[in-house]
T-cell receptor, first 113, second 111 residues
């Protein structure tokens, strides 16, 4: 069975601090995909990144970076120099070759001015 | 704006009723996904269609059904509604089977 754990229910940081959101997954598949999504207070869901299980390279996109470690089954997300607009609920998700998606419970990030 | 449209935005109905939620994917996207988000269950994957064919099924109740039409829009039908079906229903579309772009959601309230 697939499972995604986001142990941090809520995180509060002050603007300009760096923050890391943890994601730990479980799967028996050798081919799988990991995702991060953002849900701001307005409610829409925004796709942030997809990573496949064969690519353990870390990725950086502006202030966002992702650290994928197969050895620890983790796919952590770091926001550098956080901004108020980063306040949102962030979901990590796991997919077995693009079919069934399993989401974590989400981490609510509050960035205070 | 993701390019995915969902109608209606809000829906209020009574228990036992049936409703249809509609989703129009981004131009060129062949995959459509349906999700349910509720306070109790979190975000749950319901079903995926790819170019008119059912591709994957998640935690979709037997009272729920979906289809994707030749023009690629999709409908999610919810019947014999219960209070617990009150939730935000998202549709997403994508090219292939990986990336997804979400619509604004339909908020369903069952009274």
């Amino acid at each position: 069975a697939q499972k995604v754990t986001q142990a941090q229910t809520e995180i509060s940081v002050v603007e300009k601090e760096d923050v890391t959101l943890d994601c730990v997954y479980e799967t028996r598949d050798t081919t799988y995909y990991l995702f991060w999504y953002k849900q701001p207070p307005s409610g829409e869901l925004v796709f942030l990144i997809r990573r496949n299980s064969f690519d353990e390279q870390n990725e950086i996109s502006g202030r966002y970076s992702w650290n994928f470690q197969k050895s620890t089954s983790s796919f952590n997300f770091t926001i550098t120099a956080s901004q108020v607009v980063d306040s949102a609920v962030y979901f990590c998700a796991l997919s077995n070759y693009g079919q069934n998606f399993v989401f974590g419970p989400g981490t609510r990030l509050s960035v205070l001015p | 704006d993701s390019g995915v449209t969902q109608t209606p935005k809000h829906l209020i109905t009574a228990t036992g009723q049936r409703v249809t939620l509609r989703c129009s994917p981004r131009s060129g996207d062949l995959s459509v996904y349906w999700y349910q988000q509720s306070l109790d269950q979190g975000l749950q994957f319901l079903i995926q269609y790819y170019n008119g064919e059912e591709r994957a099924k998640g935690n979709i109740l037997e009272r729920f059904s979906a289809q994707q039409f030749p023009d690629l829009h999709s409908e999610l039908n919810l019947s014999s509604l219960e209070l617990g079906d009150s939730a935000l229903y998202f549709c997403a579309s994508g090219q292939g089977t990986y990336e997804q772009y979400f619509g604004p959601g339909t908020r369903l309230t069952v009274t």
